[in-house]
């Protein structure tokens, strides 16, 4: 019985630890950005003044701009976008790159990515956690799908002379986005120098630098 009791509980925790958005209660909850009660996610719309138009996103034919600092722009359709995904536990992103453009090491904390290069040729990588640190990478070519797991860091990078086009699928309505260098040299307000220096093992110079372009 409390052998029972015990593999319950596990399973519980299991699952709870293994999931990543909660699944669905009903058969859709399209979200109410303008209701005032916060909840973990978003309030649900009253079913009877849902339209198709709720689970709909126009736009992702259109290239986003590149002309910034690392070449490459994500449009992204997450919750925000479009209001039908609450609660469904996923979304997607349409990323362009300039040649030779970067997505920046960044990480979803909530989500893992499936991307799908359908245009050009992107080499790309994920990092795993401490235990190793070790740097999976990969030359994508036009159709090739590659997976990044759920909260590591990656990066995606335009190898060649002309645009390149991915579109990526996350596991979350809400993936959310860190991307490293802003997080750790941009903060607001600034990690202290003298962190940032112990924690890289350069000086505290290097650091000041490094965060005055953010
Ligand atoms: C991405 O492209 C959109 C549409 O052109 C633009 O409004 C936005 O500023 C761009 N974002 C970045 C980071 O360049």
């Not at 490459?72 to 469904?88: C, H, Q, R």
């Not at 086009?165 to 260098?181: D, Y």
Request: contains cysteine.
């Amino acid at each position: 019985m409390s052998h029972l009791l015990l593999s319950g509980l596990l399973l519980v925790t299991f699952s709870l630890a293994l999931a990543s958005d909660p699944s669905p209660l009903q058969d859709f909850c399209v979200a109410d950005p303008n209701s005032p009660v916060l909840v973990n996610g978003v309030v649900c719309k009253d079913p009877k003044l849902v339209k198709a138009d709720d689970f709909l996103f126009k736009g992702l034919n259109v290239m986003g701009n590149t002309m910034n600092a690392v070449g490459s722009n994500v449009t992204a359709v997450t919750v925000a976008e479009l209001p039908g995904l609450n609660t469904l536990g996923i979304s997607m992103a349409r990323i362009d790159f300039a040649p030779w453009g970067i997505n920046p090491p960044h990480t979803h904390p909530r989500a893992t990515e499936i991307l799908n290069v359908i245009e050009g040729s992107i080499l790309v990588g994920f990092v795993t956690s401490n235990l190793e640190n070790r740097l999976f990478t990969k030359l994508l070519q036009k159709g090739d799908v590659f997976v990044f797991p759920e909260g590591l860091i990656h990066f995606q990078k335009n190898v060649g002379n002309g645009y390149a086009i991915a579109i990526a699928a996350l596991s979350s309505q809400n993936p959310g986005v860190i991307t490293i260098a802003n997080a750790v040299f941009g903060s607001n307000p600034d990690i202290d120098a003298d962190i940032l220096a112990k924690a890289f093992q350069v000086d505290v110079k290097v650091v000041k630098e490094i965060q005055s372009k953010f």
